[in-house]
């Protein structure tokens, strides 16, 4: 019954390695998101898809790149993983882009050795 | 530049004792505020929503307020599963995706 289901929980991998995580909703929202917190707790956004359409993509390195082959599903790739990628990443879904509340998984904690 | 800053960082208080937390915001146009509830280990648990200056939302110990600068979170006679970060996030009228502060750490001990 998990709204939003994010794999893997954990993640430890080394550098220069590629990783993905995936995430599915079945809320049947029509809004995506990926989340990055930090080890101080914060939580800034970094992709948002609105029916498979990419709308947000902030400033976030080239090695990161999201997919959405549906609107139910988004997945995170990472490339050439670094140090300073170690974080919590959150995936998020909302009805719809205007200001619907976010409901999120329950991250995937990524470690880079 | 969109903002949000919550007071303080952490807050301890004895079961019972109740307080109030505070997420001060500049907004290009606010659409919406909400807070947040995150137990150790877990996803943001949503909470209230606010979408203008004067309105209020309650849900069990909890009250949410709503001023054109300011949000705060009211706890009443907390417990110690009120324990949690809380988290205060914006959207502006332009529907990006939510901003949000750095939170607060709420220990209630009994």
């Known amino acids: 019954d998990t709204a939003v289901s994010q794999t893997p929980k954990y993640l430890v991998t080394q550098m220069g390695n590629d990783k993905s995580i995936k995430c599915e909703q079945n809320l049947g929202h029509d809004t995506m998101y990926w989340y990055k917190q930090d080890s101080k707790k914060f939580l800034k956004i970094m992709f948002s898809?609105?029916?498979?359409?990419?709308?947000i993509n902030e400033t976030v390195p080239n090695r990161f790149s999201p997919k959405s082959p549906d609107k139910a599903h988004l997945n995170l790739h990472i490339n050439s993983l670094e140090l300073g990628d170690s974080a919590v990443y959150f995936c998020?879904?909302?009805?719809?882009?205007?200001?619907?509340?976010?409901?999120f998984g329950n991250g995937t904690r990524l470690t880079v050795t | 530049e969109d903002q949000v800053t919550q007071s303080p960082e952490a807050l301890r208080l004895q079961e019972g004792e109740s307080s109030s937390l505070n997420c001060s915001y500049t907004?290009?146009?606010?659409?919406?505020l909400f807070w947040y509830r995150q137990d150790p280990g877990k996803g943001p648990e949503f909470l209230f929503t606010?979408?203008?200056a004067g309105e209020e939302k309650e849900k069990e110990r909890l009250k949410a307020t709503l001023t054109k600068k300011e949000s705060f979170l009211h706890i009443t006679a907390p417990k110690p599963e009120d324990s949690a970060t809380y988290l205060c996030?914006?959207?502006?009228?332009?529907?990006?995706?939510?901003?949000f502060g750095k939170g607060t750490t709420l220990s209630v001990s009994s």
């Open positions: 898809y609105n029916n498979k359409e990419l709308i």
């Open positions: 907004v290009s146009g606010l659409r919406g």
């Open positions: 996030a914006v959207i502006n009228q332009a529907g990006t995706a939510l901003i």
């Open positions: 606010l979408y203008s």
């Open positions: 998020a879904s909302s009805r719809d882009r205007g200001g619907s509340p976010l409901h």
